[in-house]
């Protein structure tokens, strides 16, 4: 069974400063995709990357594929309340149609 | 586009009831699937179809769950009887063949069980 952890599971900082939450499993995936969500909401699509190595950046967002693309990371810099949300990190992989989703990591933005 | 759209967004039932969750997937695409979230175990793959044939419906938890997929643009998942244990947040999403991990989902709904 695949498993995707997520760290850290909860994250509170002031509005402004930088941040960075990891996604590491000791499988690899053909594909990794970060997701937002927000509450009342269901998870919304931020990124998909699948070369390893592969940086990739939305705004204020860095995300990272780990050369081995067994782990990612999601970088903000200069955070802001409106960035407050539940981020899960998803996993694919070759000849299996399903995601395998990370365990979360609740992100506060304090203004 | 619309979204997928989810009904109900918010379900109050007695628990031996029988539940009805209602979605429709964005025209196109070909990937229905339905998730379950709680706090304590997160998102959970239930059940997911592929032009309108389920898959794999390894994750549904027992008998007391089904879903259908009667055409492309409707899916059903039904609860009978439901238990206070059933109380969640039930997505769907969907996606099409050409970026299957590239899932869109619903607004969910919230399922409380009495």
């Known amino acids: 069974t695949q498993l995707l952890e997520q760290s850290p599971q909860f994250l509170s900082i002031q509005e402004g400063e930088n941040l960075t939450v990891y996604c590491n499993s000791s499988s690899v995936f053909s594909s990794l995709q970060w997701y937002r969500q927000e509450p009342g909401e269901g998870p919304v699509l931020l990124v998909t990357?699948?070369?390893?190595?592969e940086v990739k950046k939305l705004k204020r967002l860095t995300f990272q594929f780990g050369d081995a693309r067994k782990d990612s990371s999601l970088h903000i810099t200069a955070a802001q309340p409106g960035d407050t949300g539940l981020y899960l990190c998803a996993g694919g992989d070759f000849g299996n149609e399903k995601l395998t989703f990370g365990t979360g990591t609740r992100l506060t933005i304090i203004p | 586009d619309a979204g997928v759209i989810q009904s109900p967004r918010h379900e109050v039932t007695e628990m031996g009831q029988e539940v009805t969750l209602r979605c429709k997937p964005i025209s196109g695409h070909d990937y229905l699937f339905w998730y379950r979230q709680t706090m304590m175990r997160g998102l959970e793959l239930l059940i997911y179809?592929?032009?309108?044939?389920?898959?794999?419906d390894s994750g549904m938890p027992e008998d007391r769950f089904s879903a259908k997929m009667p055409n492309a643009s409707f899916s059903t998942l039904k609860i009978q009887p439901s238990e206070p244990r059933d109380s969640a947040v039930y997505f769907c999403?969907?996606?099409?063949?050409?970026?299957?991990?590239?899932?869109?989902f619903g607004p969910g709904t919230r399922l409380t069980v009495t």
């Open positions: 990357v699948v070369t390893g190595g």
């Open positions: 179809f592929n032009n309108n044939v389920p898959i794999d």
């Open positions: 999403a969907s996606s099409y063949s050409g970026q299957i991990y590239e899932q869109y």
